[in-house]
C-alpha cells in the first residue's frame, strides 16, 4: 500500500469513528434527556439501585465474616 492509499485509508477511517462518536453523544444525550424528564426509565434506575444496595450488603456481610469467602 502507497503512502497515499494509506492516507486516504485512515483519513477515512478517522471519519467513520467521528460519525460513531457523535451517534453515541446523541444517544446519550436523549438517555439523559429522559432520564430527567421521567420518560420511562425510572424502573431503569431503580433497578441499577437494587443491584448496588445488594452489592453493598453483600460486601458488607462478607467484611464482617457473616458469609464465608467459599
Do not use: Y
Amino acid at each position: 500500500m502507497d503512502a497515499k492509499t494509506l492516507i486516504t485509508a485512515l483519513a477515512e477511517e478517522n471519519q467513520r469513528l467521528r460519525e460513531a462518536l457523535e451517534l453515541l453523544t446523541v444517544r446519550a444525550d436523549s438517555l439523559v434527556f429522559a432520564h430527567h424528564h421521567g420518560n420511562g426509565l425510572e424502573g431503569w434506575h431503580k433497578a441499577i439501585d437494587g443491584v448496588d444496595r445488594a452489592l453493598t450488603q453483600a460486601r458488607v456481610a462478607l467484611s464482617s465474616g457473616e458469609v464465608s469467602h467459599d
